[in-house]
Structure formats: structure tokens, C-alpha cells
């Protein structure tokens, strides 16, 4: 097997909280080869994915802000990279984990903790693992998987600025690179 590089995307929230993808998005791939990109969910608009689509073939899942023009998009997804099993996911998981969740991020703050057993249990097989809907960017290996979520690629927050991820698969085994955005949002789309 040889090198492959994917592109890892989640929370772009356009147009709901951004008028477009930062200009840097597009250029980063294209710089890394990925040869796939994986959306993690809240895309919002499918023009979204077809801008994404020029540089190379995209995966995306549902993500709680997809429930209207996209909500064709499944919840997850189990892919295969010459031998390589990664699931996609958004994190939102059902109504009650959803409602939990909020309520847990709103009382006691965010914890990884608190994903990790959903993301086990959607994906048991999976070496590696993307997801989005927290907008906190982490590379982090849990009982043997790669655990990556790319964080928000339009939504600062107090802590990350805007970010997405790169996944290297090479002789069977998954690295995750972060990459931080500094660059402006591109005017808000027609």
C-alpha cells in the first residue's frame, strides 16, 4: 500500500455562521495530494461539498445542522483505504445524546470522554475515526483507533482558531496532522 493522504473537514456552518469556505481550505488540500475528503458534518449547503469537490472526492455525513437541505446524507459512514477502515461521523449521535450532550457542555464544559464510548460503539472495527460537532480539534488514540476530529473550519472559539486535518495512511497505519486556518472568510455566497 502506498502513501495516502485524506482531508478532514467538519462545522463549516455555510451560510448559517460563514459566508463561504476560508480561501486557505482549498489550497491546503490541494498542497497535502489528499486524494479524498472526509466531511465530518454541519455542512449546511450542498455547494459546500461541490466546491470541496474540485479538488478531490468527498464523503460527508449528516450533522445536526444538515436536517434540511442535506439530511439525505447518512449519519455515518464506514470507509475503507486500501485496507485501512475509517468511520465518519458527525458526533450528535441520537436525540437523547444529542440533548445530554448539551446539557453536559452547558453545565460542566466539553469532554472527550463523553464521545469516545458513542464513537467505540458506532465504529468497533474502524482503526481510525473522524468526527466534528464539538469544534474542538483533537488527535488522540483511544483503546488502539485514531481518534481525530479536524475542529471547526469557520468558528473560532476562545481557545482554536479556525482548523482542519489531514489523515496519512501509509503500510496499513493512520497519523492525524492538524492544520490551523489564519486567513479571513471569502465573501458571503449568493
Not at 1 to 13: E, P, Y
Not at 43 to 65: I, K, Q
Not at 137 to 146: C, D, E, T, V, Y
Request: aromatic share 8%; hydrophobic share 40%; charged share 15%.
Amino acid at each position: 500500500m502506498g502513501k495516502i493522504v485524506l482531508g478532514l473537514i467538519a462545522d463549516t456552518h455555510i451560510p448559517d455562521r460563514a459566508g463561504g469556505l476560508r480561501p486557505d481550505i482549498l489550497p491546503i488540500f490541494r498542497a497535502a495530494g489528499v486524494t479524498t475528503i472526509l466531511h465530518a458534518g454541519d455542512v449546511s449547503v450542498p455547494a459546500v461539498l461541490t466546491e470541496l469537490e474540485t479538488v478531490a472526492p468527498v464523503h460527508a455525513v449528516r450533522g445536526n445542522r444538515d436536517i434540511y437541505r442535506l439530511r439525505a446524507l447518512p449519519m455515518t459512514r464506514l470507509l475503507d483505504f486500501e485496507g485501512v477502515t475509517v468511520g465518519l461521523a458527525h458526533g450528535q449521535g441520537n436525540l437523547w445524546f444529542y440533548l445530554h450532550e448539551k446539557l453536559r457542555v452547558y453545565t460542566v464544559g466539553y469532554s472527550l470522554a463523553f464521545y469516545l464510548g458513542y464513537l467505540h460503539k458506532t465504529f468497533p472495527t474502524a482503526q481510525a475515526i473522524v468526527f466534528g460537532h464539538s469544534h474542538q480539534p483533537i488527535i488522540h488514540q483511544s483503546r488502539g483507533k485514531l481518534i481525530i476530529n479536524p475542529g471547526s473550519a469557520c468558528c473560532p472559539d476562545m481557545k482554536h482558531p479556525p482548523s482542519v486535518a489531514l489523515l496519512h495512511l501509509e503500510n496499513g497505519k493512520a497519523t492525524g496532522e492538524l492544520v490551523w486556518l489564519k486567513k479571513q472568510v471569502s465573501p458571503h455566497r449568493p
